[in-house]
């Protein structure tokens, strides 16, 4: 839509990319090989956001700077030395653009990137564009926990729901209107997106934005799975169905689903699994065969952050001195100690979630004035 709607954004500018390999268009050319070979566009620089410019490497792994093999151009890594731009980065940049594919939930550094990319754009007097791009996991619900402003950090800046319903482009929105970034942004939709909408049903190919995001079921269960990275259950990376699966060898799977099976849990359904982690990135359980839960989503009620609080109260129930917490890292995916301190102290689910859908209502009221696209 940039290109054939929105040329004059660009046009006869020099310009900065912050971009990875999901960074295409409806038939996949790179946005970096759209923007270097049009005859009306100056691509100068590219800025890399976690994971490096093609996706490659594995989360919390920093990324260095260097030049695109392709077009030669610098290569300014915002997962390494620094999260964001710095003066000399930007210097002789007319406007910085941004296009990313995200996933929908706040522990996803992509829209951070982008904050902070917005932020120093800002500050530099350059224009900023957000190319965006649909929510693969749709836009219409709202689920989790709200962050508390006293555990911000890249995982989640700002005080939004486990799964926000939003797209970049409008959480841009959100952050300039809401969160006290000062920028000159301009958002160019996209074109045929509707809220309801999930990515499977675009007809757009998905390429995996992490590489353990392997599939658009990864992302519609991360807003819940990911909370077991702050515990030594392992959520399947290093394998083909990461965060689809939960699990430990110790794990007993079935006194577990037996347990889960007396929660009121609509839209998916669990079943025994055992999977082995090669290499994972987390360093959980690396080559040994483990025993766990696979979910599989089953319709649209499917609250993945619910699930998630009810798995994680019954494994921790029936886990004893085997369940450890990475408490500072659950805390800050969590959005707070409450969660933790909660299970720990034999909350039930009801009681752990009890303020969730009234935190949710007031985000979805916030949000409502920088939403771009309509229900169907």
């Known amino acids: 839509m940039l290109l054939s709607d ?22 996949g050319t790179s946005t970096i090989d759209l923007l270097h070979d049009h005859p009306e566009v100056d691509l100068v620089a590219l800025f890399s956001p976690e994971h490096g410019i ?13 030049l695109d093999d392709r077009t030669g151009l610098p290569v300014h890594s915002l997962y390494g030395e620094t999260r964001k731009p710095d ?15 995200d996933v929908g939930t706040r522990y996803y550094t992509y829209v951070y990137t982008m904050a902070l990319s917005m932020e120093a754009a800002g500050e530099a007097g350059i224009p900023f564009v957000v190319l965006d791009r649909p929510n693969p996991i749709g836009g219409e619900a709202v689920q989790g926990a709200l962050l508390e402003p006293a555990y911000a950090s890249f995982v989640g800046m700002y005080p939004i729901p486990m799964r926000h319903g939003m797209t970049p482009g409008e959480l841009a929105r959100l952050f300039v209107g809401e969160f006290g970034i000062t920028a000159d942004l301009t958002v160019v939709p996209a074109d045929g997106w509707t809220r309801e909408q999930s990515f499977d049903q675009t007809g757009l190919p998905w390429l995996a934005p ?21 515990t030594n259950l392992s959520v399947g990376r290093g394998t083909d169905e990461a965060f689809q699966v939960i699990g430990a060898p110790w794990l007993n ?12 849990l609509p839209g998916v359904t669990m079943e025994t699994v055992t999977f082995t982690p090669r290499s994972p990135g987390d ?26 609080v009810a798995l994680l109260v019954e494994a921790r129930a029936i886990a004893g001195d085997e369940w450890a917490w990475r408490e500072s890292h659950f805390d800050r995916l969590a959005g707070s100690d409450a969660l933790r301190v909660g299970i720990e102290s034999g909350r039930s689910v009801a009681d752990l979630t009890a303020g969730w859908p009234e935190g949710a209502a007031r985000f979805e009221a916030l949000r409502r ?5 309509p229900p169907a």
Do not use: W
């Not at 003066?87 to 594919?101: E, P, R, Y």
């Not at 590489?211 to 819940?224: D, I, K, Q, R, T």
């Open 369 to 373: 004035p920088y939403l771009i696209y």
């Open 87 to 101: 003066a000399a980065m930007l210097d002789g940049l007319d406007v910085v653009l941004f296009d990313i594919q």
């Open 253 to 264: 799977v079935d006194e577990l689903l037996s347990r889960v099976a007396g929660y009121e």
């Open 283 to 308: 360093r959980k359980y690396d080559g040994t065969a483990v025993r766990g839960v696979r979910l599989t989503a089953t319709g649209p009620e499917y609250d993945p952050t619910r699930t998630a």
């Open 210 to 230: 992490s590489p353990n995001m392997p599939s658009v079921e990864s992302a519609l269960h991360y807003p819940g799975t990911c909370l077991f990275e702050g």
């Open 54 to 66: 093609r996706g490659a490497f594995q989360a919390g792994v920093e990324v260095s700077s260097g």
């Open 6 to 27: 929105s040329l004059h954004l660009v046009r006869g500018r020099r310009v900065g990319l912050v971009t990875n390999h999901t960074g295409i268009d409806g038939s």
